[in-house]
């Protein structure tokens, strides 16, 4: 990462000045579920959606479970990353909360009865894959390493990245917003290093017309420039698509944007056009829109840990 501000100046820097990252609500998930239920009325894709709203609401029931055991990171570490803009909540190289496992067990077990076929046989070969090829899955899913070995393994991969979602939702929520590295305006996740699913316009308490992208892990939001190229921070000919149905714009709130410099496409949705969007379940809901522009060269930037690709 390269900084904005020198280490003193970050160090120094009043809390509150800026609101450069937001925490996530403590009913995140809750509130995905349903925005998921409202985005699969009358959907193509119905049936998948109305399933990981479920997910959502069981992440939302383990996120409560979690939080009371989840602890801070020591001072010592939080005052290092600040000063050097690293992710406290490194999801590449630290090792593997022990947690996330009890995680995964409680999804498996309360989305059994409502899992599609393949996920169920999946589910029913759990038990036997043992606790290292899990973490070994969950460890390449949080590098965004090479797709899975098996069948098995890439059917329990959505459900390894939504109980990982859980473990990294509960150490975020365990920090201030001033723990995050502030004053780098990055690609990844100042809180856990991840890859954005997509940005967010916010309205409200932010301020109306606040970009911020949204962490595919740990859904804390940092804030970028609007107009700018998240990935490769372009400015120059970025364009917007969105997706036009028989009687206008469907998904309103949704547009792709585009980078000619780095042929990078994220999708941006806007509480300005619908005060409900959320990056994840928007992005979820619209699949079509990066069909749409991967046929005019474009490659999906934004990572969703329900869409299973390294
Ligand atoms: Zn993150
Ligand atoms: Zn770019």
């Given at each position: 990462m390269?900084?904005?501000l ?7 820097q ?8 937001r925490?996530?609500?403590d009913?995140?998930f809750?509130q995905?579920?349903?925005r998921?239920?409202?985005l ?11 399933f990981c709203?479920?997910i959502?609401d069981?992440q939302?029931?383990a996120?409560?479970r979690l ?5 801070r990171?020591?001072?010592?570490l ?6 050097h803009?690293m992710?406290?909540l ?6 593997l ?5 009890e995680?995964l ?9 409502w ?8 589910l ?10 899990l ?5 390449s899913i ?5 797709s ?7 059917a329990l ?7 990982l ?11 201030n917003?001033?723990d995050?590295?502030?004053g780098?305006?990055d ?6 290093g991840?890859?954005?699913v997509?940005s967010i316009?916010?309205i409200g308490?932010?301020?109306h017309?606040?970009?911020y992208?949204?962490?595919?892990l740990?859904a804390?939001?940092w804030h970028?420039?609007?107009i700018?190229?998240?990935p490769?921070h ?9 997706l ?5 714009a469907?998904?309103?709130?949704v547009?792709?944007?585009t980078?000619?410099a ?9 509480m ?5 969007v ?9 699949l079509?829109l ?11 930037a934004?990572r ?7």
């Open positions: 390269q900084p904005l020198s280490p003193e100046e970050i160090a120094t009043a809390p509150g000045d800026i609101l450069t990252n925490l996530p609500a009913r995140l809750a995905r579920a349903d998921l239920r409202t699969a009325a009358g959907h193509a894709m119905a049936d998948f959606l109305l709203a479920r959502a069981v939302q029931t996120l409560e939080r009371p055991l989840t602890q990171p020591d001072e010592g939080l005052l290092r990353c600040r000063q803009g992710p406290p490194d999801a590449q190289g630290a090792d909360p022990d947690t996330w496992y995680v067990t409680t999804l498996s077990r309360e989305l059994e009865p899992a599609p076929p393949v996920l169920q046989s999946a029913l070969s759990l038990p036997g894959l043992g606790r290292p090829a973490d070994a899955l969950a460890r949080l590098r965004c390493e090479a899975p070995d098996t069948v098995i393994e890439l991969a959505p459900l390894v990245g939504a109980a979602q859980v473990t990294w939702t509960a150490r975020a929520l365990a920090l917003g001033q995050i590295p502030s780098f305006e690609s990844l996740c100042p809180a856990c991840s890859h954005p997509a316009v916010r308490d932010a301020g017309g606040v970009r992208a949204t962490c595919s740990c804390n939001e970028v420039t609007r700018k190229c998240v490769c372009n400015t120059k000919d970025i364009a917007y698509q969105g036009e149905g028989e009687e206008g469907l998904n309103p709130g547009k792709a944007e980078c000619p780095c042929q990078a496409s994220l999708k941006i949705v806007s300005e056009k619908d005060p409900f959320d990056a994840f379940a928007d992005d979820l809901a619209t079509a990066d069909m749409l522009v991967d046929e005019a060269g474009f490659h999906r934004g969703n840990l329900f869409l299973f690709t390294p």
